[in-house]
Structure formats: C-alpha cells, structure tokens
C-alpha cells in the first residue's frame, strides 16, 4: 500500500491583487523523501511554500501537512520546520538566543532549549559563533542559523526556501548530508533551488513549477524526449570525419574553446550513448568521454516551455 504524502495539495490558488502568485497547484510529497520545487523566477515557489508553512492562507484549494491543515491546525504548525530566504533576526539576539528563543516558541523546556540549541549549533558549524549578535553573522552564516532554527522542534516536514544561497562550497555539501540524514530518520524534506546540479544530486523526486501551476510528469517527459550529450576526442578532424561518414547528426559546441575536439550530440537514452560510443571508438577515433551536457533536472528544466515574470 502506498505511504500516506507528508504533503498533500489539491487545486491550490492564490492571488496577490492580479497576479496569480499560485494558480492551480496539485503536490503528493512522500514521507521521508527529499523533493526538489523547482521554477523560474516569479513562479510561485516562496507562495507555495508559505501556504504549506501556514503562514499563508490559500484563496482556494486544500492542504495537508503531516496529516492536517497547517493554517487552521496549531498540531501541524508544530510539526512544521520553515525556513525562508532570507534570514530576518532581532539585532539584540546572539545565534545561541535565537534558537533559545525559538526553542521557547516551541515550548521546550529551558534546559531541553538549550540543549537543543548547543546540539544545532554543533551541526550547522557556528557554535564558535554562539554568542555573537545574529545581525553581525555572514550571509552564509546566516542561512546555517536559519537552518537551526527549522530543525529546533524536530520537524516532521521540513520546508526549504533557497537554502543553499550564500553557502560556501564545504557548507553546501554539508547541508546534502544534513538533507540526506534527516530524510533517512523519516523527515520529508521539500526545498527550492536554483541551484539544479546540487538538487540531481540530493532529492528522490521534483516537482516543476511554471507561473503557478504544477507541470506534470507527461507533460515533463514530452519536453525532455532527448538529452545531450558532449562527445570529446584527441582529434577533432578524425571525430568530424567519422561522424560525416556514419550521418551521425552533430551540434556544433559553441561552448567549447576553438579545437577542442568536441561535438554535441542529441540522444533518446543510455542505451544510445552506449551505442555511440562503442561506434566511435571501434571506428578508432581517440575518445576521451562521452557525457550529458547538463544533470537530469537541469535537462527537465530546460525543456519546459516556461518563462519568468
Ligand atoms: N506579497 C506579494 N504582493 C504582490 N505580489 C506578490 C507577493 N508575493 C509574491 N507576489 C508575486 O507572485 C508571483 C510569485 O512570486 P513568488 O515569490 O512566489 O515566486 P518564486 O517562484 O518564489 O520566485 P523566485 O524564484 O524569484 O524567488 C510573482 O509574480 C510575485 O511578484
């Protein structure tokens, strides 16, 4: 039997004066999955993921979050963690307050609060940090206490605004593992990006947004009927030559710099890369790789016919 979604919306809607921020989303988020939310600028990611929070109340449509509505259901608030874009603070408060603060919010107890600070602080890398004011931290830095902050009450559903933005390299790759850990301990985790090569390597499943509505995974897979790929060999004449005389169809690789020896090719799937290759290189054109151009979600993304607003 299929698991109960951690999240549930049918039909959502949402206006702002004309513009239809949301306009007709429906999401299935699995338990304990990590899924990616991704769109263009504009197209109704941070309003989504503010009615998922609760923190917005949707014109129409319903929602359920860990198994009610998170605007009316104090119950599911409880087991929501939220993290938004940008990461206001109270200029008084140092990191350590912060999540005190919040851990009171929560109703922890004072020495539950501040163990659980300490043990947050210890994860996101900032306890060297914990008494300096929250104003004064990095951008990155920042963003690290706001993912803290979202785990203080132990979230069943965790919900992501841009999270990686500002992060060194080392902290995004520590924030995939955090994702991962807490996904493998049955948090269901749903982040927004940009950032698409980070997601293809973190999340089980995404869900597309274009101007407001949720795109399907038929409509996802017309768009992508081909991936491509680069072709890189020693020789660039001998690949040319050889790719005249098999037909194969070449994109030239504008990207690359002049003499590179590399060509562009569209292909259906895995199985004709293989082909490919093997064709190649038993034509003795010296090889050096065969590889997608762009990851699967960036590939999905940009076969959407979408724009931003
Ligand atoms: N409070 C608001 N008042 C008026 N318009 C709004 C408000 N919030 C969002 N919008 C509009 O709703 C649309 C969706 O905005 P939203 O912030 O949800 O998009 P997004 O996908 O998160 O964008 P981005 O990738 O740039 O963060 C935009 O056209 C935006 O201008």
């Known amino acids: 039997m299929a698991a109960v979604p951690a999240i549930l919306a049918r039909d959502l809607h949402r206006s702002f004066g004309t513009v239809r921020a949301v306009a007709g989303v ?4 699995r338990p304990g999955s990590v899924t990616a939310l991704i769109g263009p600028n504009g197209s109704g990611k941070t309003t989504l993921l503010l009615i998922l929070a609760g923190l917005l109340v949707p014109d129409h449509g319903s929602v359920l979050v860990a198994g009610a509505d998170p605007a009316s259901s104090a119950t599911a608030r409880s087991r929501i963690g939220w993290m938004p874009d940008a990461f206001g603070t109270w200029d008084s408060l140092t990191a350590f307050e912060v999540l005190t603060t919040m851990a009171g919010a929560y109703r922890l107890g004072p020495e539950q609060g501040r163990d ?8 996101v890398h900032l306890e060297d940090l914990a008494t300096a004011p929250a104003h004064t931290l990095s951008r990155g830095q920042k963003q690290r206490l706001g993912m803290a902050r979202a785990l203080i009450n132990s979230p069943d559903v965790l919900l992501l605004d841009e ?20 996904a493998a301990a ?48 020693l020789d660039g004449p001998a690949l040319q030559r050889w790719a005249f005389e098999a037909r194969i169809t070449l994109v030239p690789d504008t990207d690359a710099p002049d003499g590179a020896g590399s060509v562009l090719v569209d292909l259906t799937d895995d199985a004709a890369a293989a082909a490919l290759l093997a064709a190649a290189v038993g034509a003795g ?9 762009s990851g699967l979600l960036e590939q999905a993304y940009l076969s959407l016919d979408t724009d931003r607003r």
């Not at 429906?26 to 988020?29: E, K, T």
């Not at 659980?116 to 994860?123: M, P």
């Not at 985790?189 to 390597?201: C, K, Q, R």
């Open 26 to 29: 429906d999401l299935a988020v």
């Open 116 to 123: 659980r600070a300490w043990e947050l602080l210890k994860t």
């Open 163 to 182: 999270p990686a933005s500002g992060l060194d390299p080392r902290s995004r790759i520590e924030m995939r593992s955090l994702l991962r850990a807490l």
């Open 186 to 233: 049955g948090t269901t985790v749903l982040i927004s990006s940009h950032v698409l090569a980070e997601l293809d390597e973190m999340v089980d499943d995404a869900v597309f947004l274009s101007r407001g509505h949720t795109v399907t995974a038929e409509q996802l897979r017309a768009g992508a009927a081909t991936r491509r790929w680069r072709l890189r060999s």
């Open 285 to 293: 054109v010296p090889v050096v790789s065969l590889a997608p151009v």
